[in-house]
């Protein structure tokens, strides 16, 4: 087996054996899965990509990623995406230690708007992060924030700032922080080294919920699948029937071209030109969530929206996702912008430079 | 589940392929400046002269081999090529059908002597073939052909009807998909293919117009037509596995989503001063779209310079199924950002191709497999895996 394929293994036994469906439906009314992501820590899959000598695991962005998409796929309540592709990714290069524990991560710039100070050795922030993901459960929160005209990474302790909790349609907490002086010391804040921005930041969450959103997809295209296999009307199973045959393969569409453009951006990471890929990445997945979703619903009749069938957990994820990290229009017109500004000559060599 | 050998974060095309592209641009720049061709949509004018020149130049049959007049370059490349001469909207008719279909299957399933008698000349882009599948009985359902072959000493007699065959009127010979023994309890057996060379006594052929009145396709009539044995493409019996075996290159390349591009173009220039966010929004979409489909697309050619015969007729599906119905979403944002109306003989270029792509429209979504024939080869594979 390849060590790709170990590594998807070996998680997938982690979701499977340690995210039964009653931790799922806990999960819902706790915000978090304090013990999935127990598991996670112990095994290492928390800090996926993040170097060995800052206090990761070690491993590349793609198998972060892998591990990333099952848990989308599982609906894993659990910051991961935030600890190690995102807060993890900040800290190590900013040369930041990387505290043990879940990390939550916010991007400050034009939609929260933060007052950055240096005084004397230290930092003092202010204002209101809204819906920051997993920050009442953090034992950090990373911030990425513009500071005058450059960027600052800065790992802030809970102690520091208020948080008012709120969920997403999942239930996955996503909380105001409220911070007014916070103080945070001089060797918790560093000026942000060349490839780490409020942009960057920006596109790399992106990229994160456009993967997250592949898992999901993955994941209501095997329930859709299964289901009209077994649910009989007429005498015969749902999937005989053409109607439901045709909607099925919209919905492996979905999927196929939500992955497609997904592992597209990753593969572009940090290349400096990744914005176009990512953009893409996001649209597309919104696209293929707001499609797939409709479509697994109306595969699944009534028992789709009750409460004790699970199909929800993975349709309210990808409604959240979409507008988490930029929605579709946020995306589309950025793009929009850049091509109609470039015209056609350069997007038609955009689109294939590679 | 789907494309899953496919790596899509390592997927590139190699640096080296920008000579060629650079090539080709250089190439059809030129022609556009000379006046040789104008741009039309879905796949342009049929132009003879046009394809001698791309064929001097190597860029039809470009993966077949050396000694049938092939160029023995990667799929990659031909995909490079493929997508420039579309974007352009070039006329390619004369030659894609023997580049996609007949050039592939005569180097497949052709005797030494089929494919030295047309490969050659295919790619130096002098002999049209058409292709003879489908028949008044026989569309979507395709095991129905009623066309039949009767041995008779030294060959086959060949009587019935095909139906849109497209070009055949200006084409020197057809693949025909007939019967030669009577239909079973299995339908796909006793079915054969044969080249019949369109000059045989007992031809008919007789133009269909299209909904603007041009002649694109035709019916043609065989009675009696003798078939000599040597035509027989393939081995007797084996039509059914020979016709859909080349399905994969056929319905997953750049044509099955880029017929409408030119015109994204048009759009794109005519909204440079345009400070409207719908505008960017649509557009932005739109270029999502494409993007993703590219890759997808991308992805099946690269399969293929990898491996000889890969699996992915079912990913091809979804290409074509998926990269014909965003074709119109193009139509739909012209319509919705400006108040082109589509006008046939316009001097206005946005005009006269929007109004080429309003008559087109119905027809991707239709040929090479129907949207709901192609999604029920998605659902038979997810029935099977999932
Ligand atoms: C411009 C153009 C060029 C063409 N050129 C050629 C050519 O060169 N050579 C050639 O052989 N053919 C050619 N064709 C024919 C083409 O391959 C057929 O049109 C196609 O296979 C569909 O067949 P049909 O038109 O008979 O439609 P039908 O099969 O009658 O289908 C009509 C409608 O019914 C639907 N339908 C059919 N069966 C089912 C089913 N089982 N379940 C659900 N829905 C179904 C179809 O999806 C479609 O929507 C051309 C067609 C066009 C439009």
Redesign the pocket.
């Known amino acids: 087996m390849s060590d790709a394929a170990l590594l998807e293994d070996a998680a997938t036994g982690i979701f499977r054996d340690h995210y039964t469906g009653d931790l799922l439906v806990a999960a819902k009314h706790a915000g978090w899965c304090a013990g999935l992501w127990k598991v996670l820590e112990e095994t290492g899959m928390s800090l996926v990509s993040v170097p060995e000598d800052s206090g990761g695991t070690g491993g590349s962005v793609q198998e972060a990623l892998t591990v990333i998409r099952l848990a989308g796929k599982y609906c894993a309540a659990v910051p991961l995406a935030d600890t190690a592709l995102l807060a993890g990714w900040a800290l190590a290069r900013a040369g930041l230690p990387v505290p043990k524990g879940p990390l939550a991560f916010a991007v400050a710039g034009t939609t929260s708007p933060l007052t950055v100070k240096q005084e004397g050795g230290g930092w003092k922030l202010s204002g209101t992060l809204g819906r920051v993901p997993w920050a009442r459960f953090a034992r950090a929160l990373v911030i990425v924030a513009e500071h005058e005209d450059r960027c600052v990474v800065a790992s802030v302790d809970p102690a520091q700032y208020k948080v008012s909790p709120g969920i997403n349609l999942a239930g996955e907490a996503r909380d105001d922080v409220v911070m007014e002086n916070a103080l945070v010391s001089g060797a918790r804040v560093r000026a942000a080294p060349p490839g780490v921005s409020v942009e960057n930041a920006w596109q790399r969450g992106a990229l994160s919920r456009a993967v997250m959103m592949c898992g999901a997809l993955d994941r209501i295209l095997e329930m859709s699948v299964q289901y009209c296999r077994q649910r009989v009307q007429f005498g015969r199973p749902l999937g005989k029937f053409?109607a439901i045959q045709q909607e099925l393969a919209r919905l492996a569409g979905d999927a196929a071209i939500a992955t497609a453009c997904a592992m597209s951006a990753a593969g572009a990471l940090d290349s400096g030109t990744q914005e176009f890929d990512i953009a893409v990445a996001k649209v597309r997945a919104g696209e293929a969530a707001q499609s797939g979703a409709s479509i697994a619903h109306q595969v699944h009749g009534a028992i789709g929206v009750t409460e004790e069938y699970l199909l929800h957990h993975s349709t309210l994820r990808l409604w959240s996702w979409r507008s988490e990290y930029g929605s579709e229009a946020h995306w589309s017109e950025r793009l929009g912008r850049t091509a109609i500004e470039g015209g056609s000559t350069w997007l038609w060599n955009t689109l294939t430079r590679h | 589940m789907f494309f899953s050998d496919t790596d899509f974060s390592a997927l590139r095309l190699p640096e080296s392929l920008n000579s060629l592209r650079d090539e080709i641009r250089r190439f059809l720049d030129r022609e556009r400046r000379a006046g040789s061709f104008k741009p039309h949509l879905g796949h342009g004018e049929f132009d003879v002269a046009f394809s001698r020149r791309l064929g001097e130049r190597g860029w039809i049959g470009m993966t077949w081999p050396r000694k049938y007049g092939g160029h023995e370059r990667t799929h990659l490349e031909r995909f490079v090529v493929l997508e420039e001469l579309l974007a352009a909207g070039a006329p390619v008719h004369a030659h894609w059908n023997a580049d996609r279909q007949i050039g592939p299957g005569l180097l497949r399933w052709g005797s030494e002597e089929q494919r030295m008698r047309y490969l050659p000349a295919m790619a130096r882009g002098e002999c049209c073939f058409?292709?003879?599948?489908?028949e008044p009985n026989a569309?979507?359902?395709?095991a129905s052909v009623r066309t039949h072959a009767e041995r008779v000493p030294g060959g086959w007699k060949l009587n019935g009807q095909?139906t849109?065959?497209?070009?055949a009127h200006k084409s020197s010979a057809m693949f025909v998909l007939c019967r030669t023994s009577p239909a079973t309890q299995n339908r796909h057996e006793g079915l054969s293919q044969l080249i019949v060379d369109l000059s045989s006594p007992g031809i008919t052929i007789r133009p269909i117009r299209?909904l603007d009145g041009a002649h694109?396709?035709n019916d043609v009539f065989f009675d009696d037509v003798f078939v000599p044995d040597d035509m027989v493409l393939g081995e007797i019996g084996q039509g059914w596995l020979q016709v859909t075996s080349e399905l994969a290159l056929e319905r997953s390349g750049p044509e099955r989503y880029m017929n409408t591009f030119p015109l994204f173009c048009l759009l794109l220039d005519a909204l440079k001063q345009s400070n409207d966010r719908l505008a960017r929004i649509s557009v932005g979409a739109i270029v999502a779209r494409f993007a993703s489909l590219r890759r997808m697309s991308l992805a099946i050619a690269h399969a293929f310079s990898t491996k000889a015969d890969p699996d992915v007729n079912t990913e091809a599906a979804l290409v074509k199924d998926i990269g014909t119905v965003f074709e119109r979403d193009i139509l739909e944002a012209i319509r919705t950002l400006t108040d082109t109306v589509p006008t046939r003989d316009s001097s206005d270029e946005m005009e006269r191709l929007f109004a080429e792509a309003t008559l087109f429209a119905p027809?991707p979504t239709?040929?090479?497999?129907?949207?709901?024939?192609l999604r029920?080869i998605i659902a038979r594979r997810l029935e099977a895996t999932l």
């Open positions: 053409q | 058409a292709i003879g599948m489908s569309g979507s359902d395709l095909k849109w065959t497209s070009w299209f694109r396709f027809i239709i040929r090479g497999g129907t949207t709901q024939v029920g």
